[in-house]
C-alpha cells in the first residue's frame, strides 16, 4: 500500500523520471562498456591519426579522436563507467560514515554528541577541494607511484563529504527518539542497537536517500575537478574529467575534445539533482 | 564576542589536523636537504637537532602554533620566500575575482530570484529556474573552458564587430589600464559567480514566495498600500534575511570555484598559487593557503551569525 502511493506520488515529477531514466540508462552503459564501446578505450588509430586530433566522423569515429588519437566514444563510454564507480563507492561511504556517527550523536546526546559535531565543524570548516587536493598529492608523493589508485580517490572523497549526512541524520534522531513507538520500544526493554537499527532507521531513510542521491551530483563534480587538475584519476584510465585536463590547450583546433565530455558530466549531473528534487518532493510529508 | 570565543576551539582543532597532515607530508621539512649529495647523514641528523625536530610531537606542534600565531607558515620552497609573503601578495587578485563575482551574483541572482517570485509559473519564472538549475549542476571548470571557446578563441561575432575577451592573466601590458583589466576580470568572474548565481536565485524565489503568501502582507495590501512599497518595505527585507545564512554556506564553495576558476584563468591569484604549489610538492604553501582559507570561512560564519541577529531581532545570542 505504502509502496503504491510512494510510486504514484513519484510519478507525478515528470522531469525527476526522465532523470532517473536517465540514469538507469547511464549505468547501463557503464556495466556494458565493454560491449558498447566502438573501440579500445586506450587503442591509438595510428592508421588515421597524423598528430593531430581526429574531427567527429572522420575515419568511423563518431565523436572523433582526441590529441592522442584515442576514440572519444569509446573513452566517454568508458569514463561513465569510472565516474559512476567512484560517484557510487564515495557516496556509500559517506552515507555509512554519516549515518553512523549522525546516529550516534543523535541517540545518545551528550559528550558524544558534543565530540561529533565539533568533528563535523572542523572538517566542514575546511574547503573541501583544496582539502582533497593536498591529500591527493601527499598520497601521490609519498607513494612513489604517478598513478593514485583508484580506491584512494573514493576513500578520500568519502571520508571526508561525510559532515552533511551526520547533521541530517542527528537532527533526525534528536526527534525521532522522542517519538512514543521509541518510548514503547524502550519500555518492552529493546536494546539501543536494536532501537536505533530497526525503530529509528527506517523512519530517518527518506531524507538519507534524497541526500544520497544529491551527493552523487556533487561527487561526480569533484571527482571531475580532481582528475581535470591532474589529482584524481590518473590516465591512460579514461575519467571525463581528465579527459578535458589536456583539452584546454587544443581547444582551438579539437573544441569536441572539450565539449563532449563536459557535456556527458553535466548531463548527468542534471539528471542526478532533478531525481533528487522529485525524490524529496516525494518524501516530504507537508506536499 | 562569545562566538569569537567559541571559534578559537575550532580553529585549534583545524589548526591541529592541518599540522598532522604536514607532519606526513614526504621526507618532512628536511626534504629539500635529503636530495642534495653534499649533505650528509649526521648533517642531517644536527639540523634535526637544531631545528628541533627530535622533539616530541607535542612540543613540535606547540612550537609551530606559536609561529603561525606570529604570522610565520614557514617558507615556500617553490616561490623561494616566506609562505606569509608569498600569499599576501596574491590576495589582492583573489580579492579582486572574488568580490566581484560576489557581487555579481547578489545583484544578478537576487533580480533575478525576486523578479520571479513576482510572476510565479509565468514564461519567465520556468525560464529562470531551468537556468538556475543547470547553473547548479555545473561543472565551474567546464563552464570555464566553454566561455573561453565561445569568446576568447572564436568570439562572438554581430552588429559588425567581434566581441572578443582574453582567456587568461590579468592584464595583458605593464600599466594595465582599467579597461584592460575589466575585459580580463569579465569571464573569470561570471565563471566563478555562475553557481552561487543560480543557487541564491532559486533560494531568493522560494523565501520570496513564502514571504509574499503571508499574512502581514495581505494586511499591507488591505490598508491600501501601493504594491510596490509593500514589495520594497515589507517583503523584501523578510525575505533577504535567511539569504544571508546560504550566503555564508555557500563561502567554501566559493573559495573552491576560486581555486578552480583561477588555475584555468592563468589569474594570479592564491588559488593559482595553490595549484602551482600542488604540483611541486610546497607542502608549506599548501598548508598555509589550508589555514588561511578555513580561517577566513570560520570568520565569515561568525559574520553572518552577527548579521542574521542584526537583521532579525527575533534572534538572540546570548
Redesign the interface.
Known amino acids: 500500500m505504502r509502496d503504491t502511493s510512494f510510486w504514484v506520488r513519484f510519478r507525478r515529477h515528470k522531469v525527476a523520471c526522465i532523470g532517473g531514466c536517465v540514469l538507469l540508462c547511464l549505468a547501463f552503459i557503464a556495466c556494458f562498456a565493454h560491449l558498447l564501446a566502438p573501440a579500445d578505450p586506450n587503442f591509438i588509430d595510428e592508421a588515421h591519426w597524423n598528430g593531430l586530433p581526429l574531427a567527429p566522423g572522420v575515419a568511423g569515429h563518431l565523436l572523433g579522436t582526441d590529441e592522442n588519437g584515442r576514440d572519444l566514444l569509446a573513452r566517454l563510454i568508458y569514463g561513465a563507467r569510472i565516474s559512476l564507480t567512484v560517484a557510487l563507492g564515495a557516496v556509500i561511504m559517506q552515507i555509512g560514515i554519516g549515518t553512523f556517527l549522525g546516529a550516534l550523536s543523535g541517540y545518545y546526546r551528550g559528550w558524544v554528541d558534543s565530540i561529533v559535531m565539533?568533528l563535523t565543524?572542523?572538517v566542514?570548516?575546511?574547503?573541501?577541494?583544496?582539502?582533497l587536493?593536498?591529500?591527493t598529492?601527499?598520497v601521490a608523493?609519498?607513494s612513489n607511484k604517478a598513478s593514485l589508485g583508484f580506491g584512494t580517490i573514493v576513500l578520500i572523497i568519502g571520508g571526508l563529504s561525510w559532515p552533511p549526512v551526520a547533521r541530517l541524520v542527528r537532527a533526525d534522531f534528536l526527534s525521532l527518539r522522542e517519538k512514543e513507538f521509541a518510548d514503547a520500544a524502550r519500555a518492552i526493554g529493546c536494546s539501543d542497537l536494536r532501537i536505533i537499527c530497526i525503530h529509528l532507521l527506517p523512519n530517518a531513510l527518506g531524507p538519507i536517500i534524497v541526500q544520497a542521491t544529491l551527493s552523487v551530483?556533487d561527487v561526480i563534480?569533484t571527482e571531475?575537478?580532481l582528475s581535470?587538475?591532474?589529482?584524481g584519476i590518473q590516465p591512460p584510465t579514461a575519467s571525463w574529467g581528465n579527459m578535458?585536463a589536456n583539452?584546454?590547450a587544443n581547444?582551438?583546433i579539437a573544441?569536441w575534445a572539450?565539449?563532449f565530455?563536459?557535456a556527458a558530466?553535466?548531463l548527468t549531473?542534471?539528471a542526478?539533482?532533478?531525481l533528487g528534487d522529485g525524490l524529496r518532493d516525494t518524501f516530504d510529508p507537508q506536499r | 564576542m562569545r562566538r569569537l570565543l567559541q571559534s578559537i576551539p575550532l580553529l585549534l582543532c583545524i589548526s591541529l589536523v592541518i599540522f598532522i597532515v604536514l607532519e606526513n607530508a614526504p621526507g618532512g621539512p628536511l626534504a629539500p636537504y635529503l636530495q642534495n649529495p653534499h649533505i650528509t647523514q649526521s648533517d642531517i641528523l644536527r639540523l634535526r637537532h637544531n631545528f628541533g625536530l627530535d622533539r616530541p610531537i607535542i612540543f613540535r606542534y606547540a612550537s609551530w602554533l606559536l609561529a603561525v600565531l606570529h604570522g610565520d607558515f614557514g617558507y615556500s620552497t617553490s616561490n623561494a620566500m616566506p609562505v606569509t609573503q608569498a600569499l599576501l601578495e596574491r590576495l589582492p587578485a583573489t580579492l579582486e575575482l572574488m568580490l566581484t563575482a560576489f557581487f555579481l551574483s547578489l545583484l544578478l541572482g537576487g533580480m533575478a530570484g525576486i523578479l520571479a517570485a513576482l510572476m510565479p509559473h509565468s514564461l519567465y519564472d520556468h525560464i529562470v529556474t531551468t537556468f538556475a538549475f543547470i547553473g547548479q549542476s555545473m561543472p565551474v571548470f567546464w563552464f570555464a573552458l566553454m566561455l573561453q571557446l565561445l569568446f576568447a578563441v572564436h568570439g562572438i561575432s554581430g552588429f559588425g564587430y567581434i566581441l572578443q575577451l582574453p582567456s587568461a592573466g590579468i592584464c595583458a601590458t605593464d600599466d594595465c589600464p582599467l579597461s584592460d583589466r575589466i575585459e580580463h576580470l569579465i569571464l573569470p568572474a561570471f565563471v566563478l559567480a555562475l553557481v552561487s548565481l543560480a543557487t541564491w536565485s532559486r533560494f531568493l524565489r522560494a523565501s520570496m514566495l513564502d514571504v509574499l503568501g503571508a499574512d502581514y502582507l495581505r494586511t499591507a495590501r488591505a490598508k491600501g498600500l501601493r504594491s510596490f512599497s509593500v514589495i520594497l518595505k515589507h517583503a523584501l527585507p523578510n525575505a533577504v534575511t535567511p539569504l544571508v545564512t546560504i550566503i555564508a554556506l555557500s563561502l567554501p564553495g566559493l573559495v573552491a570555484g576560486a581555486l578552480v576558476t583561477e588555475t584555468i584563468f592563468a589569474w594570479p591569484g592564491m588559488g593559482r598559487l595553490f595549484s602551482t604549489a600542488l604540483g611541486q610538492s610546497d607542502f608549506s604553501l599548501l598548508m598555509g593557503y589550508l589555514m588561511f582559507v578555513s580561517v577566513f570561512v570560520v570568520l565569515c560564519n561568525i559574520l553572518a551569525d552577527v548579521a542574521y541577529a542584526l537583521l532579525d531581532p527575533r534572534v538572540r545570542y546570548d
Open positions: 565539533r565543524d572542523v566542514l570548516s575546511i574547503p573541501l577541494l583544496p582539502l587536493l593536498v591529500l598529492a601527499l608523493a609519498s551530483a563534480i571531475s575537478t581535470f587538475l591532474g589529482f578535458l583539452a584546454q581547444m582551438a573544441p572539450a565539449i565530455p563536459g558530466i553535466l549531473v542534471i542526478v539533482n532533478y
